[in-house]
């Protein structure tokens, strides 16, 4: 059967991380193999080569061509942290904190993700389904071509599977955020974890790739956090934490100690939990929309870098706490407030981000044997991707090989 092959031509630049190895640490955080004047040839949803224009040889047979000058490819991006499956808005909310009302106080008062949990439960499966189709879109028009969603707006059994299978079903990577919050029809942390490991955990490790966690006062504690990760790992799922986002709650050394893929925020870690996550396989992924949409200090992300860290970024996605779905803005974000160079942040957000969701090897990067996830930027140099601040810099991707 002859292959389905597609050429991107004429590209003014093709960035994409060094080397082969994930995570990617330390200096070689930074390196971008950067080919001017180049193409990209994609057969059977692959990448089969790269390379400068004149080095291409003819080629036989049928190819599609896609012309690509003024235009240049970085990889699919890849947002390994969203809330993407949720109905209903917070927009209530965020004029009360625009008024100076905390996140935390209006969760404390029954509102914030339990607002948007009383949303979900009444949606219905098809209209989660629907909600996360509709923001695939908006992330596919920002280049995200790969996304994780959590559950964690249903807190009971019928609305956390019902989340699971939408996400799935729109084309995400399900991770079971069954310890987001306690909902109201318990009277304890505990309680509702007897419920959710005995009831939902099952059926969520069928639908699930990881477990989740929001490890944070006002939440789960770090005794309950290691029982619920602890039940995830043994059905199978990968760890992840929310985790130091407003308190060091000790999340950093359960995340170690249960070997967890993830923490998550960090936004309140100190340099002991810089030097601990550095000298672990724990990935740290930041979310400065998230900071910036609260108000609050950005992650120490320059100290967890030069310490040697396996960072990566993702947007938190989410209608409470960052209602943002561009991972472009986060590169800015990581340029300008994490002080982040532009090529860190690429590789946070391409073979990072495919590391915390075990597709390191297949997504991240614009290399032979690479699966074709492309994005073209309007723009003459790669770097715009975090340059061009909430500009309108993603001119289409390429998923698969095909153009969606
Ligand atoms: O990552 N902090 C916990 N969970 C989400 C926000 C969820 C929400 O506010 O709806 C976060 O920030
Ligand atoms: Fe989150």
Redesign the pocket.
């Known amino acids: 059967m002859a292959s389905r092959r597609l050429l991107l031509r004429e590209l003014a630049q093709v960035a994409s991380p060094g080397g082969r190895e994930a995570p990617v640490r330390g200096r070689a955080l930074g390196e971008v193999e950067v080919i001017e004047d180049a193409y990209v040839l994609c057969a059977d949803g692959m990448v089969e080569s790269v390379g400068r224009m004149r080095d291409l040889a003819p080629l036989g047979g049928e190819v599609e061509e896609l012309d690509c000058r003024g235009r240049c490819a970085v990889p699919g991006l890849v947002d390994c942290?969203t809330?993407a499956c949720?109905a209903g808005d917070?927009v209530e909310e965020f004029s009360l904190r625009a008024a100076g009302a905390s996140?935390e106080e209006l969760h404390a008062a029954g509102g914030?993700?339990l607002s948007?949990v009383r949303a979900t439960r009444a949606a219905g499966e098809e209209a989660l389904r629907e909600a996360v189709e509709l923001h695939r879109g908006w992330m596919l028009r920002h280049g995200t071509t790969t996304f994780e969603a959590k559950s964690?707006?249903g807190l009971d059994r019928d609305t956390e599977l019902a989340q699971l299978r939408g996400i799935a079903a729109a084309g995400g990577l399900p991770t079971w955020l069954g310890a987001?919050a306690v909902p109201p029809e318990f009277d304890s942390a505990d309680a509702y974890l007897d419920f959710a490991l005995a009831e939902v955990l099952p059926e969520a490790a069928t639908l699930a790739e990881a477990a989740d966690v929001?490890l944070?006062r006002g939440?789960f504690d770090a005794a309950q956090a290691r029982r619920y990760l602890t039940a995830c790992a043994e059905a199978g799922l990968a760890l992840r934490l929310?985790g130091d986002?407003f308190t060091e709650s000790g999340a950093i050394p359960l995340a170690i100690e249960l070997g967890a893929v993830s923490v998550?925020?960090l936004e309140a870690t100190g340099p002991e939990g810089v030097a601990a996550l550095a000298a672990s396989g724990v990935t740290g992924v930041l979310?400065p929309a998230?900071a910036l949409f609260l108000g609050r200090p950005m992650p120490p992300a320059r100290a967890l870098v030069d310490a040697g860290a396996s960072v990566a970024l993702a947007t938190?996605f989410?209608?409470?706490?960052?209602f943002c779905e561009s991972l472009p803005l986060v590169c800015s974000l990581a340029c300008t407030q994490l002080r982040l160079s532009p090529g860190e942040a690429l590789a946070a957000c391409t073979v990072n981000g495919a590391h915390v969701l075990g597709r390191a090897g297949r997504k991240g990067r614009i290399a032979p044997g690479y699966d074709a996830d492309v994005v073209l930027l309007d723009a003459p140099d790669w770097r715009h991707l975090a340059y061009h601040l909430g500009g309108d810099v993603v001119a289409g991707v390429v998923v698969g090989g095909a153009v969606p």
């Open positions: 942290h809330h949720f917070r996140y914030g993700i948007t964690g707006y987001h929001f944070e939440a929310h986002q998550d925020h979310l998230s938190d989410n209608p409470g706490s960052a």
